[in-house]
């Protein structure tokens, strides 16, 4: 099993460039999340989804946007990038609400803005 | 939010059992505790999840007191490679079904 797949592993930038970070499931979790991890900090959510057709915002959802057109994917854009969002991104998905339910985590997409 | 506390950072040798306590005072009622471990350029990892009382799986066992204003996370007999960062995370009472991951526990295991 695949679990949880993140595209790209790496990225560099430049200031105000876009992007799109991919993130895709195969086991037909209903919820998925991004999150994004910077150095010495916890993992913070970014944007979340619990269902196809359904996005909400998580505690950093400025600049960054989402969707969720299919169960499996659920990719995140960044509009314009800026320095302050260098980190790493984590995208998860779980069977359930996420609250109460264990999150399968990817590796990771490790970004630089320059 | 329901926030937790615990230690930045342990030490302990190969073959020790470690235990590390978590703190979370504003626990709500429908809330589970959940610990996840996370190696260097990984992702995190469910480790184990437990509601109250204790819960024990192949990896780790979980001490719940009857208040559940804190949790203990057992590791028997641990090797190097359970040197990494360890996440408690309890249930948002409320607002974005996310889930609030503090900084962790940096466990350092010695030879």
């Known amino acids: 099993n695949a679990g949880v797949t993140q595209t790209p592993k790496f990225q560099v930038l430049k200031t105000g460039q876009s992007m799109t970070l991919q993130c895709a499931q195969d086991m037909n979790h209903e919820y998925m999340s991004w999150y994004r991890q910077d150095p010495g900090m916890g993992l913070r959510l970014i944007h979340y989804?619990?269902?196809?057709?359904?996005?909400d915002q998580g505690e950093v959802p400025n600049g960054y946007n989402v969707s969720r057109s299919t169960t499996e994917d659920f990719p995140l854009r960044l509009l314009s990038a800026a320095p302050s969002q260098t980190s790493v991104y984590f995208c998860?998905?779980?069977?359930?609400?996420?609250?109460?339910?264990?999150?399968?985590f990817g590796d990771g997409t490790r970004l630089s803005i320059l | 939010l329901a926030k937790t506390t615990q230690p930045i950072s342990m030490d302990s040798y190969e073959g020790q059992e470690v235990n590390i306590t978590c703190s979370h005072n504003n626990i709500a009622t429908n809330d589970y505790i959940t610990w996840y471990q996370q190696f260097p350029s990984q992702g995190p990892r469910f480790i184990i999840q437990g509601y109250k009382t204790k819960v024990t799986n192949e990896v780790a066992s979980l001490f719940i007191p009857a208040d559940r204003k804190s949790s203990t996370l057992s590791l028997p007999r641990v090797s190097l490679s359970d040197t990494a960062v360890y996440y408690c995370l309890v249930g948002d009472g409320g607002g974005a079904d996310g889930l609030t991951f503090g900084k962790g526990t940096h466990l350092i295991i010695q030879p």
């Open positions: 998860a998905s779980s069977y359930g609400l996420g609250k109460n339910q264990p999150q399968h």
């Open positions: 989804s619990v269902g196809a057709g359904i996005t």
